[in-house]
């Protein structure tokens, strides 16, 4: 199992120190035998050389005085599964961190063996969803070992062709139609919170931002959005939406979604995406593109084959697809919300960039053309050393206390600042796109990796100085690497689709009023409103549909608190 994108590129000082044991170590699940005396047995552990565990009765029983002196029955170990990496307050880095057994390839291998035919009752209609960072690393890999350019549009034909034919599922999305429902969503969600003067609102699409900040500081929770990523709401579509469309029912579908980072595993797992009424996922199983690579492997797919009318332009499926929304490779949720302050101003906005340390820690700054004035200020961080900066920022300047020592200060250095009029007249962040991994989602740990050397660099993926000596990762036959920042720029090409990077436009009028079609419909069918609430998705329904979609496209976090204090752990 590879380790996230974030922990391979930095290292561990970025992340907390481990504070507990893990808390299922070994289970005891095979029933016991029948013992009619308690006490006529003494037993103990016997651990073999292969960690198996094996239980010893050394003392025969009275009613068996001719038994062997001593007998061993073997004990199952326990397996963990991602319900208790999410228990447990230890590590937030849990999803890479323990054996996942429910959320892998062979997971889905397992399900087509045991999948009825179509014909019986008990068929579940196989789904898989793809996100565009996953096509774009696929596509990137095959243009550097082929004569020409491999677009999106052809990848995400091959991965149809295989997923189809060879595996058996029945649709093949890729996940940006559900991206920009969020898109939609996130900006509705962004003017509430300012007319309620609840800003800043920090991006929530990142599983391992969201765990870290969950688990670490509690105290940003009320900042962070409540929409659902992509990935889920790609799930509240399968399995509700395009579900009745096909006349069935959220538990007879298998949704398998394929997504650049591991942690989105951990996503999927959550209680909140659960169905008690048909106890079903919202997504049943995550891989990544590397599983989804090794799946074409094992059975034998060639990507690098072209497939009939894989430049086809016509999509055959319900929902549009490879949409383009310009901004950031992450989600584009930092330009969306601009393009919507800017929408909504009555006069001519102007945009400045200014880079804090790297282009992964950028703020962008909306201002009036007539005086200047800032109507907006928003931030573009990735990667943990950023992230914790940023954290200390807008607890500063919220006034929230984010931690012990000079953190832990912030709130009575804010007041005194306030108090002797020090603090100027700086505009705050009214919005922050946070992602965990330097680079955003195209570099994330369950992406595909090109062969790149870091001997020569004296800088890791986030522009911090490194000894590669000291911390670089050897690799067999290529001298230390510690990530390649050249081919996330390859990777960040394909997924523009070779146009400037980012490109200063997005979807066409055409393609864009079929998505916001598409997206109505939607609204109207699954929250139901009254005539009123027809229009638009930035147009309030009536009491009753504004519910509903708060429940299908919105969601909640809580924080984890650990009982253990990480410098007591004994190693």
Known sequence: MAFSGALTLTDLNDFLTPSQACIKPVEQLNAPETVNDAGSAST???????????EVSSTPSVQDATAPKSSERKLQQAQINLNDCLA?????????????????????????????????????????????????????????????????????????GFCTQVLGFEHVYDTTFARHISLLEHAREFWERKRDGKLPML????????????????EMLPFISRTKSPQQVMGTLVKSWLASIWGKQPDQIYHVAVMPCYDKKLEASRQDFYN???S??????????????????????????????????QNLEDIPELLLHPGTSAGSYLHSLMSAVRHACPEPLDLSVKTVRTSDYEEYMLHK?????????????????????????????????????AAGRMVGIRAKAKKNGAEGDEKRYDYVEVMACPGGCVNGGGQLRGIGKASERTEDEEGYARSWEENGVSMSGEGPKWGNREWTKEVEEAYWR?????????????????????????????????????????????????????ELFRTDYRAVESEVIGLTVKW
């Open 44 to 54: 103990d552990i016997r651990i073999d050389s292969f960690g198996s565990y094996y």
């Open 88 to 160: 447990c307050s230890g590590c937030i880095t849990s999803a890479e961190s323990v054996l996942i057994t429910l959320q892998s390839h062979t997971e889905v291998l397992n399900f087509f063996e045991g999948n009825p035919p179509a014909s019986s009752p008990a068929h579940k209609v196989p789904v898989l969803s793809i996100a565009p960072q996953c096509l774009a690393s696929l596509s990137a890999t095959l243009s550097s070992s082929s004569s020409g350019p491999v677009g999106l549009r052809q990848v995400m034909r091959r991965v149809g």
């Open 203 to 218: 991006a929530s699409a990142c599983p391992g931002w969201i765990c870290y900040a969950e688990k670490t500081h509690s």
């Open 276 to 278: 008690d009424v048909y």
């Open 280 to 313: 079903t996922r919202d997504v049943d199983c995550v891989i990544t593109t590397g599983e989804l690579e090794l799946l074409m492997h094992e059975k034998g797919w060639d990507l690098s084959v072209p497939v009939p009318e894989e430049d086809n332009a």
């Open 369 to 405: 053309q007539s005086n200047g004035e800032v109507v907006f200020k928003g931030a573009k961080c990735y990667g943990f050393r950023n992230l914790q900066n940023v954290v200390r920022k807008v607890g500063k300047e919220a006034g929230v206390q984010v931690g012990r020592g």
């Open 498 to 550: 070779k146009l400037p990077t980012p490109p200063p436009w997005g979807m066409g009028s055409d393609e864009l009023d079929y998505a916001n079609h598409v997206a109505l419909t939607v609204q109207v069918d699954m929250c139901r409103p009254g005539e009123a609430g027809r229009t638009g998705w930035d147009v309030d329904m009536d009491t009753g549909a504004e519910k509903r979609r708060r």
